[in-house]
Nanobody, 125 residues
Framework: QVQLVESGGGLVQAGGSLRLSCTAS????????MGWFRQAPGKEREFVAA????????RYEQSVRDRFTISRDNAANTIFLEMNDLKPEETATYYC??????????????????WGQGTQVTVSS
């Protein structure tokens, strides 16, 4: 049974930080690139960050590049998203996803096969 379980969301004031985690099971974690996406109320889901299978290659949506850090711990089947200087407009449900295409870092949602249930991040002003 494939599972991606996000955690670490919550309520934070603007300018604050959160560290999201996503623990995977039911598939060969090390064979998949991983990504984080978010969906704000009334908006489409958008790409946030991606990390390669090795954990070395990383890609960020432009608006988060200087503030967010994606990483992975393959021994723990877990990826992380460190979010700093959060903004109210970044209030969203944050999802982790596994990319099965192995075409390299991608921001295309269609390339991601497995998705978590999401964790809510609320940034107050």
């Amino acid at each position: 049974q494939v599972q991606l379980v996000e955690s670490g969301g919550g309520l934070v004031q603007a300018g604050g930080s959160l560290r999201l985690s996503c623990t995977a099971s039911g598939f060969l974690f090390t064979a998949y690139g991983m990504g984080w996406f978010r969906q704000a109320p009334g908006k489409e889901r958008e790409f946030v960050a991606a990390v390669s299978r090795s954990g070395i290659g990383k890609r960020y949506e432009q608006s988060v590049r200087d503030r967010f850090t994606i990483s992975r711990d393959n021994a723990a089947n877990t990826i992380f998203l460190e979010m700093n200087d959060l903004k109210p407009e970044e209030t969203a449900t944050y999802y982790c996803a596994a990319e099965s295409q192995n075409t390299g870092l991608t921001n295309q949602q269609s390339a991601y096969t497995y998705w978590g249930q999401g964790t809510q991040v609320t940034v107050s002003s």
